[in-house]
């Protein structure tokens, strides 16, 4: 049986939190109140910490008060194996916001990719940074990335003197959670997603990761075709965001 298999879906979960941190945090009765701001929902979400968390229509009341002191909407994430909590939000009138696709591969036998433009680094450059912003400049990355906790592996891909594609990979109890995975608009298919993507697992696995794993929307079929093509073939299990209706 393959190492994706044996993953603790909870253990995950953490990885995941602890990968792209929050800038605040509030916990009650086994829920997490996740506040930063920013362009992702994902740090700005009410999360369920383990399977005996308590009653989440309690969490959202606890938490009401700090979303709305932050400007914040409160919405809660939930994996597909939280089926008791997701039916309470359902009586509560929350709708689904979007679905999102846990995946993971096997680090055996991988290779460092070979391109002129690849770079790998334990901590992320200010043009990193810059690509991870956005054009807008997204004000929250930084402060974001100063809270890494645990070690991580920064890929950059450069094409004609100007970054095209970035990511990272931070690395914790044998698992590479692959993040922020971006090809520059005018870099696209070239490959230079993948070739990051291929850099990280390579690193990953040097550093003594036996398993890599990420997470992706369930509606971007290029972004799912091209992690099957690099051995993303466990699907482990997936998320949605509950809103108020």
């Keep these: 049986m393959a190492c994706a298999a044996l993953i603790d879906f909870w253990l995950l979960e953490r990885l995941f939190r602890d990968a792209w941190p929050a800038l605040e945090e509030h916990e009650a009765d086994g829920w997490l109140a996740r506040l930063t701001g920013g362009d992702t929902r994902r740090p700005n979400a009410i999360n369920p910490l383990g399977p005996n968390a308590g009653d989440v229509g309690v969490a959202i009341e606890t938490f009401r008060a700090a979303y709305a002191a932050a400007g914040l909407r409160l919405i809660v994430r ?7 909590a997701d039916a309470a939000l359902e009586a509560l009138g929350m709708r689904i916001e979007g679905k999102t696709r846990t995946l993971a591969a096997d680090l055996t036998g991988r290779t460092m990719p070979q391109h002129p ?3 790998l680094a334990p901590h992320p450059t200010r043009d990193w940074i810059a690509a991870r912003a956005g054009p807008n400049g997204d004000p ?3 402060a974001l990335l100063d809270r890494l906790a645990i070690p991580a592996l920064f890929a950059t891909v450069r094409a004609n003197g100007a970054v095209a594609a ?6 914790d109890q044998g698992v590479a ?4 995975i ?12 993948s070739v990051c ?7 990953a696995a040097t550093a003594g990761a036996h ?33 108020p209706g």
């Excluded at 971006?182 to 997603?193: D, E």
């Excluded at 993507?197 to 690193?203: D, K, P, Q, R, T």
């Excluded at 369930?218 to 075709?225: E, R, T, Y």
Aim: net charge positive; with cysteine.
């Design 182 to 193: 971006r090809t520059m608009p005018a870099f696209r298919r070239r490959g230079l997603g």
């Design 211 to 243: 398993t890599a794993a990420l997470q992706v929307d369930a509606a971007n079929q290029a972004g799912l075709a091209l992690y099957a093509r690099l051995g993303f073939d466990r699907h482990l299990y997936d998320y949605h965001y509950r809103v």
């Design 140 to 142: 929250v990355t930084q």
């Design 197 to 203: 993507v291929e850099a990280l697992l390579a690193g």
């Design 166 to 171: 970035i990511g990272y990979a931070a690395i």
């Design 78 to 84: 939930l994996p597909d194996f939280c089926g008791q």
């Design 117 to 119: 433009g690849l770079m």
């Design 177 to 180: 959670v692959i993040e922020s």
